[in-house]
């Protein structure tokens, strides 16, 4: 653990002689340098130097400091033995459409509060792209065994350079309003979430094909059988692309009919009764009915009153009670709960690069994960030292957060960034290079640390606030949680309107990229606002 302070430090002198801004130029880090590492990445065809570019690129973004890691995912829910035929895989996924409820024709479940958005274009939160796979389609999906399989389509052929893909399409497909959905919906959906003035969050996932953003190489064949795209560089994560909402075909003539569609572009799917298309057959289900609430006690209630068959949240003071309850399950999910830093607060105001990086470091060094786990999660969470999470593969024929030759992490006994222990002394010490002065242990009134920490009302999520609200009051630092409905939370998350938040990631792909790639100053995933 004590190696770590001079790992760190060292990494962030290298970092910011090749990619960070000099002292003068203010407390944000210059992005310019990882916005085109990624763009790197994504057109690397040499997958040995393409893995070694996202090593460098997640470095990068750790040395910032902005991404305090806490755990790796894993996800729980409550099934009632009534249910059967609901599977997940490892990107938090849901696949409710093809569930049995006994004695019913009618699944009845809560995954969160409203969604931001019902549109699969503009949707950017995990529950949201639940009820997208329920109401929508791609041309691939995933199945049962969390393997992809053919959805919307039939199948693909490839070129021999990798670069250009047609996809057949199933036949007698139909939008719920009736009219034939084809390879053109497709051609349609994709150039509207890649443009610019969609304003979607996920457009960055289309920058692979073609002519993006506005002139998309996706084309359908003249009787909507085919649809043929044309990438800039050879794709692994081709058909996981295919299986992701962003991807979903929206209907154009729903979609523009509605008012003001043009500046609001989900306005079509705003109201009870938009045309959707839902999944394309083996359904046995009449209908999915949705509690929307985030308030995890009223959902557990629910829950014992038989009101709701299926629910994946509940208070935590009942986790521990529910373990042996065989309706209670724990799945693994790709991902990481972190604690994102706005890099443009007030609270850097007046600091060097180096020295904002160096105050973000020493609050993540006294964070007590392993405590967060134990009373909070509860569920055999792993305690996190890097973004990318455990288990990801690199896109090489191996695992990303794994010591090998080519590759060797700061933290080399923990294989990460940080050791899990925490360390008072090394934040305390990481403080003092960021200008702060103490009497013994704890800041001295002179500089006072004071800032506001913003997260949603889940009882989970300001229970964890609460833990690091305690863990760094122990140097002095005072915090406060702000908490806000889901909405909201997501907007000034989103808008920058917050010092610290809340933050996790559930990987949409098995590949690095996806974690790295919505850091770029362009995407709408940017939360931390890297070169805004």
Known sequence: MKKLLAALLAMMMLLSCAVVAMADEGSEPDWTEYNTLIAEIKSETDFAAREAKMHQAEDILMATG????IYYYNDLYMQKPTVDGIYANLFGFKFFQYATVEGS???RLNLASEPDHLDPALNSSVDGACLAIASFGGLYTYDAEGNLAPDFATGYEMSEDGLTYTFT??????WSD???????DFEYSWKRAAAPATAADYSYMFNGIKGYPDNLAVTASEDGATLTVELDAPCAYMLDLMAFPAFYAVPQQAVEAAEGWEENPGAWANEAGFVTSGPAENVK???????LSADDTAIYAAYQAGDVDFIDSVPTDEIQNLKDNPEFHIIDNLGTYYVGFNVKSDLFAGKTVEQAAAMRLAFSKLIDRDYIIETVGQCEQKPANAFIPEGMADGNGGVFKENDDAYTYPDEENVGYYGYEVDVEGAIELLKEAGFEFDGEMLSASN??????LTNESSGHVAIAECIQQDLAAVGIEMTIRTCDWNVFLDDRKAGNYDIAR???????????????????DSGNNDCQFGR
């Open 503 to 521: 933050n996790g990631w559930i990987a949409d792909f098995n590949d690095p990229i996806n974690m790295l790639e919505m850091w770029t100053t």
């Open 448 to 453: 006072p640390i004071s800032f506001e920490y």
């Open 178 to 184: 009736g009219t034939d959905l084809t390879a053109k």
């Open 285 to 291: 289900l009449e209908k999915l009915e949705f509690m």
């Open 169 to 174: 399409m199933r036949e007698g497909l139909k």
């Open 66 to 69: 902005a991404i305090m890691p």
């Open 105 to 107: 024709d009618t699944l």
